[in-house]
């Protein structure tokens, strides 16, 4: 463990915890090799295997770039986490409460068994894809332009820019969707949808392919680690209860039916994409020792190599390995 540097808040330190991430980036790139890219949406079998990056911003001001840090790639399943918080902000918490639960499945982000198997009367959770496509079909607006409008704007707000949608992935993923479609019309037989269910499903796909990269991820986790607020202007940019739902619904959730184990030996809320994304918030800690990040901090790694959940196989591990060292877990 890190210990001795009494003020974590100054170029040297962010140079020495640099070389420590960089060592540990090149270590766990070699992790890549024991993972495969996602291939059911056949365009992002494309993605180089070997990548491997992490980006860490600290509430502090204190930001680490390591490895591949600058390579877009879609977010899928971490747009998840954005569609139900722009939900609760547009239709209040208990009205998305109400339609979609927040239990852990224990099931695959795709399953669909669960669903008719257990009779639910709302999907699991927001974060497997019947409850994302619940969640989709329960936002504002008639077309799946309207209906994403306002979490591009949300996103725009905390990047500084607007992202795009990668049309490519976009339409891939239209184009080879049976199970979503599968899931879609189950919903939609037991009445779970509010809106159209091609325009759910058309609003879901063009939200999974929203382009991203590893800072934009840190930067969005380092405002969820702060309940919502942006720590440099102190704008509130989500409402708190929201915020800390949508962590508590990562924790539980986030690594699908990874998350107990991710929980355990992690320790943070995450969320991760069959893109090899991943989105992490590290809430401040109160620790009597002296540790980098402990006013909190957000992190975004990419690595496509996934293991046999649809998790980042070294991205998780280089998580694993950051969070044992520098005693990250919220627990
Ligand atoms: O719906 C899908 O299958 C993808 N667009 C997203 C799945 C995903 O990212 C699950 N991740 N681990």
Known sequence: MVQGIANWNT???????????D???????????????????????????????????????????????????TMQSISK???FIVGCMERGVAYMLDRVDVEPAGEAFNSIIHLEMKQVKKPFNPLINAGAI????????????????PMLQLLEVMLGYRPEINVEVYE??????????????????????ESDLN?????????????????????I????????????????????????????????????DASGKFATYVGIPAKSG????????????????DLPFLEGCGIGVYGPSLDDKGNSIAGIRLLRHIAKQWDLSIF
């Open 11 to 21: 170029e040297e330190t962010e140079e020495w915890l640099q070389s420590y991430v």
């Open 23 to 73: 060592d540990w980036v090149a270590f766990y790139r070699k992790h890549t090799n024991d993972g495969e890219v996602a291939s059911y949406i056949p365009v992002l079998q494309k993605a180089d295997p070997d990548d491997l990056g992490i980006v860490i911003i600290g509430k502090n001001g204190i930001n680490i770039h390591s490895g591949d840090d600058d390579i877009p790639f």
């Open 81 to 83: 986490v954005l569609s």
């Open 134 to 149: 619940t969640v989709t079909s329960l936002l504002e607006g008639n077309t799946s332009d309207e209906k994403l409008k």
């Open 172 to 193: 891939s993923e239209r184009d080879s969707s049976m199970r979503n479609r599968a899931i879609g019309y189950y919903l939609l037989e037991v009445g779970f949808l």
């Open 199 to 219: 325009i759910t499903l058309e609003t879901y796909f063009k939200q999974c392919s929203i382009e991203v990269t590893i800072n934009d991820l840190a930067r």
């Open 221 to 256: 986790g380092m405002i969820l680690a702060n309940d919502g607020e942006d720590p440099d202007t102190q704008e509130e940019i989500i409402p708190r209860q929201v915020a800390r739902i949508a962590k508590a619904l990562m924790l539980t959730c986030g690594m699908y």
């Open 274 to 289: 069959v893109s090899g994304g991943i989105i992490a918030a590290v809430p401040p800690r109160v620790r009597d020792e």
